[in-house]
């Protein structure tokens, strides 16, 4: 998954000599919170929402809406921008962004291809839809996790029983993050399974593995069978 095919290409940018207000107009009228700044085409800086509060805030007691208006078209975005954005190149995979992301604690990063030049803008909310995509949640279906053996073929026994009811998989997601020495948590999302024969293929699967929960969301049925804290 590289940030090239997931990022956003139509980028909404501010030049450095524009004004805050005309900053505070563009991110309203795009619905977002980050705009990079260039000045003569190079990216020089990142404004966000925050910056423009925060650079409001501490006179807006004192000052009534006109003196207010009046300030902020008078500063510029170059004296608010954050300067040296970071920035990530466009071979990163999303998973090295989204570690950026937490590591600096920024809502987006511009993208650049090989020669420096700034070709789009990836955020956190773009990571949330990768993460929704990648699950499958916006097809539904039965959504469960076990508790494995981490070893080769273990995925496969859970997956086999699951064809073998004649059910898809959208989705396999793995991790031993938080799971015993020697296991591994697996979650699955599969489709086209007739609730009838859940009760049989359910306890199939239960003899390959530990059900810790499942989330039937046709059906809104949820049910927890391990909590993984105890």
Same mark, same amino acid.
């Given at each position: 998954?590289?940030?090239? *095919?997931?990022?956003? #290409?139509? @980028?909404?940018?501010?030049?450095?000599?524009?004004?805050?207000?005309?900053?505070?107009?563009?991110?309203?009228?795009?619905?977002?919170?980050?705009?990079?700044?260039?000045? #003569?085409?190079?990216?020089?800086?990142?404004?966000?929402?925050?910056?423009? #509060?925060?650079?409001?805030?501490?006179?807006?007691t004192m000052l009534d809406i006109h003196e207010l208006l009046y300030l902020i078209s008078k500063i510029k975005v170059h004296d608010i921008m954050?300067? *040296?954005?970071?920035?990530?190149?466009?071979? $990163?995979?999303?998973?090295?962004?989204?570690?950026?992301? @937490?590591?600096?604690? /920024?809502?987006?990063?511009? =993208?650049?291809?090989?020669?420096?030049?700034?070709?789009? /803008?990836?955020?956190?909310?773009?990571?949330?839809?990768?993460?929704?995509? +990648?699950?499958? @949640?916006? #097809?539904?279906?039965?959504? =469960?996790?076990?508790?494995?053996e981490d070893a080769a073929g273990s995925i496969k026994l859970l997956a086999d029983v699951i064809r073998k009811y004649e059910g898809r998989i959208?989705?396999? +997601?793995?991790?031993?993050?938080?799971?015993?020495?020697?296991?591994?948590? =697996? $979650?699955?999302?599969? $489709?086209?399974? *007739?609730?009838?024969?859940?009760?049989?293929?359910?306890?199939?699967?239960?003899?390959?593995?530990?059900?810790?929960? +499942? =989330?039937?969301?046709?059906?809104?049925?949820?049910?927890?069978?391990?909590?993984?804290?105890?």
């Amino acid at each position: 998954m590289l940030v090239r *095919n997931w990022m956003s #290409k139509d @980028l909404v940018t501010i030049e450095a000599e524009d004004s805050m207000q005309q900053a505070m107009a563009l991110l309203r009228e795009h619905k977002i919170r980050t705009l990079p700044v260039l000045k #003569k085409g190079k990216l020089v800086g990142m404004v966000t929402d925050s910056d423009l #509060k925060r650079a409001s805030a501490s006179d807006a007691t004192m000052l009534d809406i006109h003196e207010l208006l009046y300030l902020i078209s008078k500063i510029k975005v170059h004296d608010i921008m954050t300067k *040296n954005p970071i920035t990530v190149p466009d071979d $990163y995979t999303v998973e090295e962004t989204a570690q950026v992301l @937490l590591e600096h604690n /920024i809502s987006g990063v511009p =993208v650049t291809d090989c020669d420096g030049k700034m070709v789009g /803008i990836i955020t956190r909310n773009d990571i949330f839809k990768i993460l929704s995509c +990648l699950s499958g @949640l916006g #097809k539904e279906g039965i959504h =469960v996790a076990f508790q494995i053996e981490d070893a080769a073929g273990s995925i496969k026994l859970l997956a086999d029983v699951i064809r073998k009811y004649e059910g898809r998989i959208g989705s396999i +997601l793995s991790t031993s993050e938080y799971a015993p020495e020697g296991k591994r948590i =697996v $979650y699955l999302r599969m $489709y086209g399974i *007739n609730r009838s024969i859940m009760p049989d293929l359910l306890r199939e699967l239960q003899e390959k593995g530990t059900l810790i929960y +499942l =989330v039937d969301h046709h059906d809104n049925k949820r049910e927890v069978f391990l909590d993984m804290k105890a």
